[in-house]
């Protein structure tokens, strides 16, 4: 029966060093043991030599083995064919891409400047010069087939005396003329019927800048044709 | 992408803190300074692991690295089922018991050399006198004991031994040794104790002296 009883307090020793028995386990132990020299002895036994094992000095850790084992790891670490890509590329652009980068900003900087000009709308005006040369349609005298010039040019009933005359037509981008001023000459209810009428069939070319027609003033000068 | 994965399986993951998560979340992502600090942090204590179970210190020194390499091939499929430093014993316990049997496939035994020192970094009794000042009795003592055990450490079987050692040397919980081994509590606590009762046999000589202290 004591014997009996000894062999299941010794199952228990173990886990009792080690707080894994239950409370009633515990209890059982403890009051077995203070009965009990010899399980006394076994529990004395049990618990230094889990201390002594403990006690073990832990062996140094060999440098070299870490270093190994981080170069090992790298080295695997790059096997992976993502990671060598991912290397490569970093590699590979991180020299260029800070130029890169600001050689694109400055080009648009410019581009944008440079738009931002061409897209402003601006009147030509006759005077008006572009690298000291005048606009052409300034310079250039009409020359037309049209009979309406014709008719108005060869009308037996001209309103045009010896006084020549002079305006100011202001045409727009499609060549119409939009509006105009007198700057010379007779002024009177016939002369400006004539001139409206003139300038209501007049077709111009219209002033480019840049390619782009735009609005523009010119001056023409009327003198009475005779035949 | 695989930190997106470790967030995403944070909050299930109940064996692992947010910090651990975090930090494993950091593997996954292949961070070259998470990796230093895993092999910082669990060399020392796998490498004991090691060096206890094979009995020899360049075994020991290569299986290390060979855990390592299993860790960084596996961590992609680490969910945190369990804790970080559990999932790493588990392999290092494979690693160490495949190296087990191969060693007794060619019927090397885990026997040391009285020459050699059993804390694995070939110091004379000398150095040690100088560095820790015991005296020289004391430091031949210490010797004796220490190849004493890991003899007899040598002398149980590969259960028995990995019971002992996760245990009462690296002081593992018996939950973690029943993760790290896959085996139940209750195996634990009977490996342990039988493990226990085999080393007590082995020791009695130290034991005594154990006593009289």
């Given at each position: 029966m004591k014997r009996a009883e000894c062999s299941s307090i010794q199952r228990l020793m173990s886990p009792f060093i080690d707080c894994m028995v239950t409370a009633d386990e515990a209890e059982l132990v403890e009051s077995h043991l203070t009965g009990c020299e010899p399980c006394q002895r076994q529990m004395q036994a049990y618990i230094s030599v889990r201390n002594l094992v403990a006690r073990i000095e832990a062996p140094p850790v060999p440098e070299d083995m870490v270093l190994e084992t981080r170069v090992r790891l790298s080295h695997a670490r790059n096997n992976n064919f993502l990671v060598r890509l991912e290397n490569r590329l970093q590699n590979l652009f991180k020299p260029i891409v800070v130029p890169v980068l600001l050689g694109t900003s400055l080009t648009m900087l410019l581009f944008g400047f440079l738009l931002g000009s061409l897209t402003s709308e601006s009147t030509v005006l006759a005077q008006d010069h572009f690298d000291g040369q005048p606009l052409s349609p300034l310079f250039q005298p009409v020359h037309t087939d049209d009979p309406n010039w014709v008719r108005i040019a060869s009308h037996d009933k001209q309103p045009l005396d010896e006084q020549p005359l002079t305006i100011e037509a202001h045409v727009g981008k499609e060549g119409r003329a939009i509006d105009y001023q007198v700057l010379h000459g007779p002024q009177n209810p016939e002369v400006n019927g004539w001139i409206r009428q003139v300038l209501s069939l007049a077709q111009f070319s219209p002033a480019t800048a840049f390619g782009k027609p735009v609005e523009s003033r010119i001056i023409l000068s009327f003198v009475a044709v005779r035949n | 992408m695989p930190r997106e994965i470790a967030y995403n399986w944070l909050d299930r993951a109940?064996?692992?803190?947010a910090e651990e998560a975090l930090f494993v979340a950091r593997l996954q992502a292949n961070e070259d300074a998470a990796y230093d600090e895993l092999v910082r942090t669990y060399s020392g204590s796998i490498f004991h692991v090691a060096f206890r179970m094979l009995g020899d210190s360049a075994e020991a020194s290569d299986v290390v690295q060979e855990i390592f390499l299993k860790v960084f091939r596996n961590i992609g499929g680490f969910k945190g089922e369990a804790a970080l430093k559990t999932w790493i014993f588990r392999i290092a316990f494979s690693e160490i018991l495949n190296r087990l049997r191969w060693w007794k496939r060619r019927h090397r035994f885990a026997t040391m050399s009285l020459d050699e020192q059993p804390n694995g970094n070939?110091?004379?009794?000398g150095q040690s006198v100088a560095s820790a000042s015991p005296t020289p009795e004391q430091v031949l003592q210490s010797k004796e004991q220490e190849i004493a055990i890991q003899e007899a450490l040598g002398k149980l079987s590969k259960d028995h031994r990995s019971i002992i050692v996760l245990r009462d040397i690296e002081g593992f919980s018996y939950t973690e040794i029943a993760d790290v081994l896959g085996v139940s509590i209750g195996t634990v606590k009977s490996r342990l104790a039988r493990a226990r009762g085999d080393l007590k046999k082995s020791l009695v000589r130290y034991l005594s002296v154990q006593r009289l202290r």
């Open positions: - | 109940q064996g692992l803190s070939g110091s004379n009794p």
